[in-house]
């Protein structure tokens, strides 16, 4: 069984960085899509950023290009969201996410493993 187990949010002021930290318990970490997704109050999910398995290949939401950095470095399990020039708009509870498919993970529908959340709070 795989487990997700999500650091690093809290509260920033706008213009701020934060890195949140996802490590991947349970299977091999290396053949599986890793990505970020984050959900605002009152609105829906919506998908923030994506890996590939290799790590050759990366996608993000158009809200966060420029800004924001997924990687999975070697010999970790972990895979990392770098949030920089942060905005009150980027408040959310971000969801770390794993599947095996790629196109699974870029949809959001359906991916296999969620975790439980990490609150990111950006202040004005």
């Known amino acids: 069984q795989v487990q997700l187990v999500e650091s690093g949010g809290g509260l920033v002021q706008a213009g701020g960085s934060l890195r949140l930290s996802c490590e991947l318990k349970?299977?091999?970490?290396?053949?599986?899509?890793m990505g970020w997704f984050r959900q605002a109050p009152g609105k829906e999910r919506e998908f923030v950023a994506a890996?590939?398995?290799?790590?050759?290949?990366?996608n993000y939401a158009d809200s966060v290009k420029g800004r924001f950095t997924i990687s999975r470095p070697d010999a970790k399990d972990t895979v990392y969201l770098q949030m920089n020039s942060l905005t009150p708009e980027d408040t959310a509870v971000y969801y770390c996410?794993?599947?095996?498919?790629?196109?699974?993970?870029?949809?959001?529908?359906?991916?296999?493993?969620w975790g439980k959340g990490a609150l990111v709070t950006v202040s004005s």
């Open positions: 996410a794993a599947d095996q498919n790629w196109f699974t993970m870029t949809s959001g529908t359906r991916v296999a493993y």
């Open positions: 349970g299977r091999t970490f290396a053949t599986y899509a």
């Open positions: 890996i590939s398995r290799g790590g050759a290949t990366t």
